[in-house]
């Protein structure tokens, strides 16, 4: 066979993802923070798009509010409250009750102190003549009000272990120690570090660093700086003067009391059963994280993206969450007015903002259809769980979603992904509806993993001391309810949902009682 050069001519198909099918991929799958971040980016980098302010008014309420402001023209008189109270927009001042007291408004003033000139006041006058000062009443020069300067002004634990330490200590010496040990705190409060390496990389005497740390434990919150939780519990106790013998032999065997061997604790710290859940509940008391109840950062409610309530006639109706669904317009007017003037390289700049702009607004369209159908369908196949709890929901997979709504499988996984429902039974992620298949006895129907997780916490909850129920139990009841399930499932269920085994469930309830 010759080998030589040859000239070939092959036609083929192949999918090529562009920028945009690439957008509105992301959008599908960003949660509702995401997409809000992601438009306030395009916002600054496209000129052509705004952001719709306008607010959508019902038509029996939009009828009333013309009513109300054609009878106080008509009249000018003020309008009777009754008639107010059911109106969309806020009344004008022509249009007050006349039962309002003006003078009863709070007023808060102008932020820099200063009177505004009107009638009645000249406008040199300030509030140093009337002997007030320029501040705010609650001595905040920055013009914040109450909860903004609440908020703003709240020490750190180590601004207030800081300043704890200025009036504790006199000694430069011992004040370096102690902002070394502030400067060593971790999240719960504690200092890992033993007092023989402070002391080694500090150059200071042992006894000196552990002089100060434990003068620095009966700070407020007491038991920081604690280098583990038995010093950190035997600080608080000792600031209630309850570290007596008995107790700090329990201390010394806290891994017994966490695998509950209670026969043994009463032989070590020598005391009976009574006296030892006595000492137990006072430990229960005591913070083991004394530090972490500062500096933490507030968690943000979750805000869910699609709303559910009952219709009339026992349907659901379901709708997106206005505050979660984005808005926004392109500036046509805008984008017309000035291509008449712009010369032709910026045309090409115009053209293709302007086409950014609408595929933007056509994705996150097409975005809020897209959860609105596979959510609708989610729970439209999730029914039994809306009108009789979890213990009825069904097996569902994303395979069962895609082909009801005709979608391929991963644009239902990018949907459902961190996208919440508030439904009549509580706020759901939309994954939590999917659930695998447990086989039913006999060939019976299949029953869902979450279905049975619930059933096997309820089984555990209606426990007394006298009926606690072994894996192998739980595994027989669930039999005779239909359900084929292996002991090692149940046991795997029982670790997700945080139950301890049944020989401690039982010494649980043995202390309780």
Known sequence: MAIGPRLELRQSQNLVMTPQLRQAIKLLQFTNLEVAAFIEEELERNPLLERDERVDIPPERAALDQRIDERATASGEPVSTDLLVTAGTLPSEQQAPLDTDIGAQFDDGPSDGVFEPGEGNSGDQTLSDWGMSGASSSGNPDGLDGIAQLVAGAPSLRDHLAEQLRLAFTDPGERLIGAHLIALLDGAGRVLVDDAALARALGVPEPRVASVRARMMRFDPVGVFAVDLK?????????????????????????????RELKRLQQVCEVDAEDLAEMIAEIKALDPKPGAGYDSTPMLPIVPDVLMRAAPG?????????????????????????????????????????????????????????????????????????????????????????????????????????????????????????????????????????????????????????????????????????????????AKYRDALRIPSSVQRKRDKSLSA
């Not at 439209?380 to 009825?392: D, I, K, M, S, V």
């Not at 979603?401 to 919440?420: D, F, G, L, P, Q």
């Not at 993993?449 to 309820?458: K, L, N, Q, V, Y």
């Open 314 to 490: 026992g349907d659901w109706l379901l709708e997106l969450n206005p505050d979660t669904m984005p808005r926004l317009l392109v500036a046509q007017a805008f984008h017309a007015k000035v291509l008449l003037r712009a010369p032709k390289e910026e045309r090409a700049f115009l053209s293709e903002k302007l086409a950014s702009a609408n595929w933007l607004v056509k994705s996150l369209h097409q975005r809020a259809q897209t959860i609105l159908k596979v959510s609708s369908e989610v729970m439209r196949q999730q029914e039994g769980f809306l009108a009789r709890g979890a213990g009825h929901l069904r097996p569902l997979i994303l395979r069962d979603i895609a082909e009801a709504v005709e979608m391929h499988e991963s644009t239902v996984s990018r949907v459902t992904a961190n996208k919440y429902i508030a439904t009549p039974r509580g706020l759901f992620e939309l994954k939590y509806f999917f659930t695998t298949a447990i086989a039913g006895t006999a060939g019976g129907e299949s029953h869902s993993a979450e279905a049975i997780r619930h059933r096997i916490r309820g089984m555990v909850a209606a426990e007394t001391v006298h009926t606690i129920l072994s894996d192998d139990a739980i595994v027989a009841a669930l039999r005779q309810e239909g359900v084929d399930i292996a002991r090692r499932t149940v």
């Open 231 to 259: 010093s950190c519990l035997a600080a608080q106790l000792a600031e209630r003067n309850r570290l007596d013998p008995a107790m700090q032999a329990l201390l010394d065997n806290l891994e017994l009391l966490g695998r």
